[in-house]
């Protein structure tokens, strides 16, 4: 698999269930799942996968002409087991505050190709550094 974008998040961002500035975005660390286009929330990723710790919301969140960079971060590990990629998603309402249920938790990306990736940790601190090229975290469209 590729790096990719959630389409539900697409429709999200356009109908305004999804709002990159006000929401509070998160990553994961995810494994035994495997990419579905179909999935819209993190409930969907844990039918049938594990999570792997999440970070706090992501600081900084910048949109410049469609792409989406945000702070370097750091995830907690809870297990010492491999081939983890990354979600990305809105933990929030779309006006921010506290987490929602899971099945409420909008995904925007999946990420298991680029530096570091897919992620073997161990137990403990997994620093999470988002790329400094041109895609930063991610871009739409």
Sequence with gaps: MTNALFPEA???????AIDLDTGVLKASLVRGYTYDAT?????DVVA???LNGTSAALGSVTITAGVVDANNTSIATTASA???ALIIFQASAVTGGADV?????RLL?????????PIQPGTGTV???WDD???????IG
């Design 10 to 16: 697409l429709d999200g961002l356009l109908s305004g």
């Design 39 to 43: 999935d819209v929330t993190v409930a």
């Design 48 to 50: 049938t996968g594990t």
């Design 82 to 84: 491999s081939n983890h």
């Design 101 to 105: 249920a899971q099945s409420s938790q």
């Design 109 to 117: 990306a999946y990420l298991d190709t680029g530096t570091d990736l």
């Design 127 to 129: 620093a999470v550094t």
């Design 133 to 139: 090229g041109a895609s930063k975290i991610f871009k």
